[in-house]
């Protein structure tokens, strides 16, 4: 062979490799689910972990990106991040930094805004607990996640991090963060589509039925789950209210 071909050869070879690595990602990778709003249907993309992406009335949002580029590979860049959390398996700075990021606003609490590069600096908006705001025809209320009991050495303090409930056309949608059974998750009302963690240190499965049994929401997703018998939650769900939506999907397609 043309030794001059050699170099050729490899690129072609390599570019069919990552080409392969693509789409068993992306076959590997659930296919979103889509619910109709009053204006239009939102797609839901489960991603990797607690990481997903919605889409709604052609604006992309990206939830707690981590799981790095080849996550979010075939995925349209997003017009807006919500970070809920200093984690590096909500605030990856690493998938930040990979994924195109330059079109987008970015709600955060002030303690990611504190860890964050700078280059992102300007793209914040910081939410702290009980605020409002209204970004792209989507309002986002942040609202407690946090351990229970509260101690001072709490891997998840009071304060420090956000959850969100989303309305979305006319649809409630509560994404968890990281947290317990806690009171204001428990007191929510109307919610249409709920996120909702389960592995330490967080809830079991039993924490997070009894939760989910007690702020009814339409359609209940879990994610952020690991090791967890997902499972054994539809069914602890279901036994408690069958009216309650449960919709296992895939968020760990291929090895962290």
């Not at 001059?4 to 570019?15: N, W």
Request: proline letters at 7%; glycine letters at 6%; a neutral charge.
């Amino acid at each position: 062979m043309n030794n001059t071909r050699i170099p050729i050869l490899l690129k072609v070879i390599s570019i069919a490799t990552l080409s392969l690595m693509s789409q068993i990602i992306f076959a590997q990778r659930p296919a979103p689910d889509e619910i109709k709003t009053d204006k239009g249907a939102l797609s839901i993309q489960p991603v990797q972990h607690g990481s997903l992406v919605l889409t709604w009335n052609n604006k992309i949002i990206y939830v707690d990106p981590y799981g790095g580029v080849k996550a979010f590979e075939g995925i349209a860049p997003p017009d807006m991040i919500l970070i809920t959390d200093i984690h590096g398996d909500h605030m990856s700075i690493e998938t930040l930094k990979g994924i195109e990021t330059s079109k987008a606003t970015m709600i955060v609490p002030k303690a990611v805004a504190d860890q964050l590069p700078e280059e992102f600096k300007k793209q914040l908006v910081i939410l702290s607990n009980g605020e409002k705001k209204n970004q792209l025809g989507v309002e986002i209320e942040a609202i407690p996640m946090y351990n229970l009991p509260e101690t001072a050495d709490s891997r998840h303090p009071k304060g420090r991090g956000n959850g969100y409930v989303l309305n979305i056309g006319g649809k409630r949608v509560y994404i968890c963060g990281d947290t317990e059974d806690i009171p204001e998750m428990r007191a929510l009302k109307n919610i249409d589509i709920a996120f909702i963690c389960m592995n330490g240190p967080t809830m079991d499965i039993n924490q997070a039925a009894s939760a989910v049994l007690e702020f009814k929401p339409k359609i209940v997703y879990p994610f952020h789950y690991r090791e967890s018998d997902t499972e054994a939650f539809k069914k602890l769900v279901q036994k408690g209210n069958a009216a309650i939506d449960v919709r296992l999907r895939n968020w760990y397609p291929k090895a962290e």
